[in-house]
């Protein structure tokens, strides 16, 4: 039985085993119909390893938490706790090691938890398989098949590795974990072209899968690793976790406020030397400047912001699972979406019949104004399609129902119910006397049934087929013959129901008038009386295209990326306006024939995708990315695993979606409604906006301190504030008013704005103008004052105290301006975020009491200042008020008025 040649062979480019026949691959296996001998499969065991996707190494802990501080903006906050308990400031140094700890365990979770997605695949492995070895049949573990195996398949059974069949008998098996095609594929054993993609391979049964009826044998031709199922799981291991948008913008700013900081505090430190302070004392003041200018209150708010925007999305039925997707969602340029379970229902609904030239919608359909003589039209069409089925249905709710059998037939069946007949019933009243059932070959099925003295033939198939065994048909003016003119219209009205994404069934009868003998088998339908067409569709989900015209008015794109036909695809984008009903549709066999450089174009202006595999899917997720875009992938299949890894975004439905998808997710549908992707879109764009809020806040009063030392050292005067002066401001001020910007709500106008470029940084152009001026005017502005205050008393402390509690009084007023880029802030209600209103009252009375208190102005080298002391510099800072408006007039005078 071992033939040499075989592991030569075997997972080579030249094994094709759908194109060849069955006896061809036999023999390439070294195998026959009776299967491998009981040695031969131990001896293929060693040497092609266990049926099992391998085992992925566990995840070095020590190397993941390392990888945690590994950020520019970390190192800044690294040096800054070490240089605060330098300085001994050991209640700042606590704050900023509090922040490393948090945002390395979030961090260390995230990226744990991301490895599970193989492990999910792993459990969709048969745990057991019926095998032929030396003729008989053996139970045996699903991991010890071994290629050549001869696997026997029935209802019910998971398939348990790829399969070549070589008999098939009735066998449909739900491939739509892999595909995304919702409906049973019928299974045959002839050859099929070598390029037919993965969802078209009628002869092949993948690792995973499930048979929904029938029977079948064939023998193995892939195990583990190598299966459909365990390619998808090397391709979820092989992606690399790329940077988020928001993570490159971090990235970006902390190398820019690193250098900056640095250079400014070497500069100020040798200028100090240069007029000739002690190199002890400037190193303090260099110090203390660096610690106020490093937003080290920025990963507090990131964090922050996130989580928030996360409990948001929770009660909108988005569960986050990677905190930075959130702000990644709302950068998304481009959604690409599975059609089946996500656009749609993931269910076969009737949609409607076509007979004696009337059409009957089933959801205009009102029970009590059906039609009820037996042999009318219509109801002989419904009487049909009931009789030529096997499946069952219970009614458990409105509109629900407990289904058992073929999707297809199911909605046959409550088709029927919607329309007031029970098929139980009719079934009763009509005894079964023999019956042909679907096979591929034969393209219909027929059941012969007693009803009363008499026997009737019911036919349902493919249209052309139940055409050519009919002889006459209902029309109008009754049953007339079927000539060319009547075949001609009714494939017209087959084809175009075809176009409006319908899958489409012909229905017919024949009325014996004597028993018909069935000793020998039904005979084969001949004679019959066309019925009609029944028309079905897995239907758009409630609120689709709403959403997705939402996501148009945001500028965004929706792409529909699926496993289902070219036809079916395009006309459930024409209804949710996807694309047009026209459009151009690239199938997988297109994707194999194009190069990665002519997808790219392809994908900048082609919607739909249909008949894609995982690795289609991949190649589509990729080109999309190498435009530039900002990829959000939503599924709910393995299939759907790799790009989901893969893209900025992997949204995953949450009820029916594999385990597979949720784990390579990093936001899952608790209600599997594409709205809710919208909603989420929504609350990524807010958190953007008040993390960028927040850093112009902390960067603008940042760089005020910075230049006021800067002009101090410049000018020969003394320093306006002391290193302990510098870190109160961040404890103080920072420290309470950027977290209770993370607080900050949504704006109406938020889903009207265009995607911002993934080159944008986490401050515009615009604020990066605005952070200058008020930088600019807080260091102007506070150092005039100190100066004022030195020059009337000669109290060194006292200047010091009326410059830090002016520009503690800037930042409290600067605070309302970081609100809104653009809109006023006298159009902004300081209700609408009680938090910050609540923030700014506790830092102005904390500092006030500081000022009064003996222990923080011993630590602080302050004393107390009279109201009049406290007037001048609430005016002064006041300016910062007038001066940012001017600004957002000046620049934007529309959308300071109505603000975004």
């Known amino acids: 039985m071992h033939n040499p040649l075989v592991e030569a062979r075997l997972y080579t480019q030249e094994f094709v085993p759908h194109a060849l026949t069955s006896e061809q691959v036999a023999a390439q296996l070294g195998t026959c119909e009776h299967g491998l001998t009981v040695r031969e499969a131990q001896q293929r065991l060693q040497r092609y ?7 992925i190494e566990p995840i070095n802990i020590l190397r993941l938490i390392w990888h945690q501080f590994q950020s520019p903006l970390i190192y800044i906050l690294m040096i800054a706790a070490v240089v605060t308990l330098f300085l001994g400031e050991y209640i700042d140094a606590g704050v900023i090691v509090a922040v490393l700890i948090l945002n390395a365990t979030i961090g260390f979770i995230q990226e744990f938890r991301a490895e599970k997605s193989v492990r999910a695949l792993m459990q969709l492995t048969a745990p057991r398989a019926l095998v032929l070895r030396d003729g008989k049949e053996y139970d045996i573990p699903s991991r010890e098949l071994v290629p050549g195996d001869v696997v026997l398949l029935e209802s019910g059974v998971r398939v348990p590795a790829d399969i070549r069949l070589f008999q098939a008998t009735a066998l449909q098996v739900d491939e739509s974990l892999l595909t995304g095609e919702s409906v049973p594929v019928y299974k045959q054993v002839a050859p099929v072209p070598p390029e037919t993609p993965l969802a078209d391979r009628a002869n092949m049964l993948f690792s995973g899968t499930i048979v929904v009826s029938g029977r079948g044998r064939g023998y193995v031709v892939a195990t583990g690793a190598r299966t459909e199922l365990g390619k998808i799981a090397g391709s979820i291991r092989a992606q690399r976790a790329e940077e988020t948008p928001l993570q490159q913008r971090m990235r970006r700013f902390a190398d820019l406020i690193g250098i900056v900081i640095g250079v400014s505090c070497t500069v100020i430190f040798a200028l100090g030397l240069a007029i000739g302070n002690s190199p002890i004392e400037m190193f303090k003041v260099a110090v203390g400047v660096a610690v106020a200018a490093i937003p080290e209150g920025l990963p507090i708010v990131l964090t922050i912001t996130l989580a928030l925007r996360v409990s948001a999305m929770a009660k909108r039925n988005a569960l986050v699972r990677r905190l930075h997707a959130v702000e990644t969602l709302g950068s998304t340029t481009v959604i690409g979406s599975d059609k089946t379970g ?5 269910r076969m609904t009737v949609q409607e019949y076509w007979t004696a030239g009337e059409w009957y919608r089933i959801s205009e359909l009102q029970a009590h104004e059906v039609p009820r003589e ?4 219509f109801v002989l069409a419904l009487l049909t399609s009931v009789l030529t089925n096997e499946a069952h249905v219970r009614r458990i709710g409105e509109d629900e129902y407990e289904i058992h059998g073929d999707p297809t037939e199911a909605a046959l069946l ?7 007949f029970h098929h139980e019933e009719w079934r009763a009243r009509h005894p079964v006397v023999g019956e042909i059932p679907f096979e591929p070959e034969l393209q219909y099925s027929a059941s012969l049934r007693a009803r009363g003295e008499e026997h009737w033939m019911f036919v349902k198939g493919a249209p052309e087929r139940v055409l050519r065994m009919s002889t006459r048909w209902l029309t109008p003016d009754g049953e007339l013959p079927l000539d060319a003119n ?23 009868y024949r009325r014996y008038t004597e028993p018909v003998e069935t000793r020998f088998g039904v005979p084969e339908p001949a004679d019959l009386v066309f019925i009609g067409l029944v028309g079905m569709m897995d239907p758009p989900r409630p609120g689709v295209l709403e959403a997705i015209r939402e996501c148009h008015q945001a500028g965004i794109r929706v792409l529909m990326i699926t496993g289902d036909h070219a036809a079916t695809a395009r006309a459930i984008a024409a209804q949710l306006e996807i694309a047009p009903p026209d459009a151009e549709v690239i199938t997988g066999a297109d ?3 194009m190069s990665d450089e002519e997808l790219r174009e392809r994908v900048r202006t082609v919607n739909v995708f249909a008949r894609v595999s995982p690795e289609h899917k991949l190649r589509v997720v990729r080109a999309l990315q190498a435009n530039g875009e900002v990829v959000a992938v939503t599924g709910d299949g393995v299939n759907d695993a790799p790009a989901l890894k893969a893209a900025e975004v992997g949204i995953a439905m949450g009820k029916s979606g594999t385990d597979v998808a949720r784990e390579a997710a990093d936001i899952v549908l608790a209600d599997d409604n594409f709205v809710s992707i919208r909603n989420a879109v929504e609350e990524g764009r807010v958190a953007f906006k008040n993390l960028r809020n927040a850093t112009f806040f902390l960067l603008s009063t940042g760089a005020g301190s910075v230049l006021m030392f800067l002009f101090a050292v410049l000018l ?21 008013q950027d977290v209770a910007m993370a607080f900050e709500p949504g704006d109406k106008s938020i889903m009207r704005q265009r995607p911002r470029p993934r080159e944008e940084g986490i401050l515009s152009n615009l604020l990066w103008e605005r952070t200058v001026i008020v930088g600019l005017l807080i260091a102007v502005s506070t150092l005039w004052l100190f100066m004022y205050e030195y020059e009337s008393t000669g109290s060194l402390t006292r200047a010091q105290t009326v410059a830090l509690t002016t520009v503690v009084l ?3 007023f600067h605070v309302g301006n970081a609100r809104s880029e653009f809109r006023s802030v006298f159009l902004l209600s300081p209700l609408r975020n009680p938090f910050l209103l609540i923030a700014v009252i506790v830092a102005t009375s904390v500092h006030a009491v500081a000022l009064y208190l003996p222990f923080t102005q011993f630590v602080l080298r302050v004393e107390p200042i009279e109201l009049e002391a406290w007037l001048r510099s609430a005016l002064v800072a006041l300016s910062v008020v007038v001066v940012v408006e001017a600004h957002k007039w000046l620049r934007h005078p529309k959308l300071a008025r109505e603000g975004i």
Request: charged content about 15%.
């Open 591 to 593: 994707l194999e024939r």
């Open 810 to 812: 800037f930042q409290n």
């Open 49 to 55: 390893g266990a049926n099992e996707i391998e085992q």
């Open 414 to 420: 409550i088709a029927a119910l919607k329309a007031g």
């Open 342 to 346: 996500t656009l749609t229902e993931n």
């Open 374 to 377: 037996d042999e009318h039209p």
């Open 716 to 736: 020969g005067l003394p320093m306006p504030m002391l290193p302990a002066q510098l870190l109160w401001l961040n404890l103080v001020t920072n420290g309470l």
């Open 486 to 508: 009547a075949y001609e219209e009714v494939m017209t009205h087959a084809q175009a129901m075809a176009t409006r994404g319908l899958r489409v069934l012909g229905l017919a």
